[in-house]
């Protein structure tokens, strides 16, 4: 009786090691992603979508069967946009294994860069800072959009174009420029240098910069600075909530200057916080809208709707189309390095990932609206230029669909020391 008991007993044992083992091996075939988001800090009014627009995503994803077969198993924190908070994240991330993991600000993306590349764990953000984009110096350091520099560069560029030709004094005097941002802001900063580098480039005035904190809901002050200077168009580089203020407080103030607005700051939000004063703002899109007619785009929709239902489609934003545009390239990267071999359920697969996963993307279209994405060993900026549109009569319009590197090719690999656009 007792050697059966204890036979029994021994079966039961055998076998839930047996599946313990089958389970490790079951979860082996699975990989790990993390993310990092902003959805209480500084930057929640857009980090919120974005954060939304990632997860579905991925469950998207993994119905698809994931990676070739390989779930993903995506982890995400938020960090309320503080710099310490996105460095204690990504320390828990990388004990759980991640593979890859999916970032948000320029100051916590630049801050973790050179852990990230000694830990050699592919980092794709919604930092598209240029500092990000040279693989000699930030080699794991990816996104899809074209970066802060590129957008700022084609912003002026399709002002320069489309509206100073119509201006009274055009032809009279040289355009001026100022800009707008939060002088503290790894992010609003990231790109001042490059704008003003092409202003001089295009041979603009430039004025003083103006301080406009990301909280800001009064900007006169700051208004009434531009009002001396008397500039034609204004950078600016902050988030939507604040960019509407100023937007605001200038077209009360009668400013009478031209908008050009950074890719966080121009969304479906701004005219309904902006009101009136929105109209002929224009700004950087590295994708289309939510809900516009482009390739792709009903994936977004229809997981937005399934995924996310207490969300109204109505309240969705650009910044969901950008959360699945990291999502997807990565998705591809994934993919096209496991076909190659790379085991990309090891933590350590990072190195395969970027040399037979990303760096082999040549002109690869996600849709979405999105430029065709390349990569490689020496350039890790995805896109040549960027669209700009102009918030028009009520709807999104397209001003200039500006590529920098067939417009300027003999400035476009340089380095910003050398007089290029490569770095900055």
Request: proline share 4%.
């Amino acid at each position: 009786m007792k050697k059966s008991m204890f036979a029994k007993l021994g079966v039961l044992f055998l076998s839930v090691v047996l599946l313990a083992a089958f389970g490790t091996v079951a979860a082996a075939k699975d990989m790990r992603v993390g993310g990092i988001m902003d959805t209480t800090g500084a930057t929640s009014d857009v980090g919120k979508d974005y954060a939304i627009g990632m997860a579905d995503a991925f469950k998207y994803i993994n119905s698809q069967g994931g990676v070739n077969g390989k779930k993903i198993k995506y982890t995400w924190f938020d960090y309320g946009y503080r710099i310490p908070e996105a460095i204690t994240k990504y320390k828990m991330l990388k004990r759980i294994g991640a593979t890859a993991i999916m970032g948000w600000g320029t100051g916590d993306t630049e801050a973790l860069s050179p852990t990230v590349n000694k830990d050699k764990i592919p980092y794709v953000s919604a930092s598209y800072s240029a500092h990000l984009t040279n693989p000699a110096i930030t080699p794991y350091n990816l996104f899809f959009s074209s970066d802060y520099s590129t957008n700022a560069r084609s912003c002026l560029t399709a002002w320069f174009d489309k509206k100073w030709p119509k201006n009274k004094d055009f032809g009279k005097r040289k355009p001026r420029l100022a800009c707008c941002y939060m002088f503290a802001s790894p992010y609003c900063s990231a790109p001042i240098k490059a704008i003003k580098n092409h202003a001089k480039l295009l041979g603009f005035e430039v004025g003083p910069d103006q301080d406009v904190s990301l909280f800001a809901l009064d900007t006169k002050s700051q208004v009434m600075a531009l009002k001396t200077f008397k500039p034609d168009v204004v950078w600016h580089g902050n988030t939507v909530m604040s960019v509407a203020a100023t937007i605001r407080d200038a077209y009360a103030l009668g400013l009478g200057a031209d908008w050009i607005i950074n890719n966080w700051g121009f969304d479906e939000n701004l005219p309904r916080l902006a009101g009136e004063a929105a109209e002929g703002a224009m700004g950087a899109t590295p994708c289309a809208f939510f809900g516009q007619n482009v390739k792709n785009m009903d994936l977004v929709v229809t997981s937005a709707e399934k995924y996310s239902p207490g969300v109204p489609l109505g309240k969705r934003l650009i910044h969901t189309v950008q959360a699945w545009g990291d999502a997807l390239v990565l998705w591809e990267a994934l993919k096209r390095a496991d076909a190659a071999g790379v085991d990309i359920t090891n933590k350590d697969s990072g190195p395969g990932i970027m040399k037979k996963g990303f760096e082999t993307m040549r002109n690869f279209d996600i849709g979405l609206g999105a430029a065709p994405i390349s990569y490689t060993a020496t350039d890790h900026r995805p896109a040549t230029g960027c669209i700009v549109q102009e918030w028009k009569g009520g709807k999104f319009e397209v001003v200039e669909d500006v590529n920098l590197k067939k417009r300027w090719p003999d400035l476009w690999d340089k380095s910003e020391e050398e007089g290029g656009f490569f770095g900055y």
